[in-house]
Every structure is written in C-alpha cells, then in structure tokens.
C-alpha cells in the first residue's frame, strides 16, 4: 500500500503494482483496464484521497493515472535533489569500495529520472572514488580504467568490490573472535584479582590477630 509519504518510492510501487496486475487475467480485458480499475486498491491515507479527488471520472487511462500519480509524488524538484546527491558522490574515509558502489547504486534507484546515461554514471563514480582505489583501478587495467569500455570498466568495479567485501567479511569475522578472546582474557583476569583480594583479606585477619595470640602465651 502507498501512503504518499515522503520516504516511499512511488517508481517502486508502480513496479511492484504491474507486477502483481500481471497476474490478473481476464478474457477480454485489456491489462491496463485492469490496471486503472485496480489502482486505488494499491492506495492508503492521504495517497487514496488524492485519487478520490479526481471526481467524474477524469482520469480515463492508465498512462494518465500514471502521469499525474508521478507527477504529485515524484515532482521535478525531487529529481533535481536526486540529480545532484549522484553527482556530487564521494567515497566515505572508512568505506570500502563495495559499500560505496552500494550507496552510489542506491543514489540512481532513488531518482530513476536522474537522466544520466551509463557511462557518465560511471565517470562520476570513479571521479567520486578515494585516490588510493582510483590508482587501485588504474593499475589494475595497466593504464586509465576510464578508458576502458563500459562493460569492462564495470566488470573489473564489480569483481573489485566483490573481493573487497569479502575481505571485510573476513576481517570482521576475526576481530569478532579477538574480541571474544579478549574478553574471556579479561573474565579470567578479574577472577584472579578477586581470588589475590580474598587470600589477602584472610591473610590480614589472621595477621592482625596475632598480637592477642602471643600475649596469650
């Protein structure tokens, strides 16, 4: 259900709606009579109220729903932010190259309208990426991985940032267990602090009677 709130996406509700109207099939009905007579079964809150808005009918097609639908929930000033948040990407200090190519891919599913095309995406990523991963690339292509094609610029990126994760998963996994080890190092060494003081505290209480034992004799 779509709610028009301002973090839902309303490409991937459309995405998602065609999907499952796909699977309705009625002899005789074309798909997007379908979809138009449906659409405001996939609408909650102020999102279906904006639909019932549109009184007598106005609204006789598909390819109209989906326009104005885009149109109140995807605005030109919301491409315009998107536009920019992709073009000014920059990798993180303590990110690696799979989680920045994570985060960039997220920037252009967020704004599918964002009109760049795949090799100016790819310029942008690379030119947003820390000088150590740039030369990283560079060296790995013997020369400037941009002016490699886009299908293997992109492949050598991807199998790059598929080692790179698992080399943080790896890492992560150790110091999950140097930490374990380290706390069970530090358990054992309050356990023995706590033993020294209870042998310490027995021993001065035997000490401090003493005085009164040597008199007795």
């Not at 106005?58 to 919301?78: A, D, I, M, Q």
């Not at 690339?137 to 299908?151: C, R």
Request: overall charge neutral.
């Amino acid at each position: 259900m779509f709610n028009g709130l301002p973090n839902e996406d309303p490409y991937a509700h459309l995405a998602t709606y065609i999907e499952i109207c796909n699977t309705v099939k009625i002899v005789g009905v074309p798909k997007d009579v379908v979809r138009l007579s449906l659409f405001l079964f996939s609408l909650a809150g102020e999102a279906k109220r904006w639909l019932h808005s549109f009184k007598g009918n106005n609204l006789k097609t598909w390819e109209e729903v989906v326009e104005k639908f885009l149109k109140k929930y995807f605005p030109e000033s919301k491409t315009a932010e998107g536009k920019a948040t992709i073009s000014s990407f920059h990798q993180f200090l303590d990110e690696s190259l799979s989680e920045a190519l994570k985060r960039f891919c997220s920037f252009l599913q967020k704004t599918p309208t964002h009109g760049f095309p795949e090799p100016i995406q790819l310029n942008i990523f690379i030119d947003g990426l820390r000088l150590q991963f740039k030369q990283l690339l560079d060296a790995s292509v013997g020369g400037k991985i941009k002016l490699k094609t886009l299908e293997e610029a992109m492949e050598l990126i991807e199998n790059m940032a598929a080692s790179d994760h698992a080399i943080l998963r790896d890492k992560t996994h150790v110091t999950t267990k140097r930490s374990m080890l380290e706390l069970s190092s530090q358990d054992a060494l309050l356990a023995q602090n706590k033993l020294l003081a209870k042998m310490l505290e027995s021993l001065t209480q035997t000490l401090s009677k003493l005085p009164t034992q040597l008199q007795a004799a």
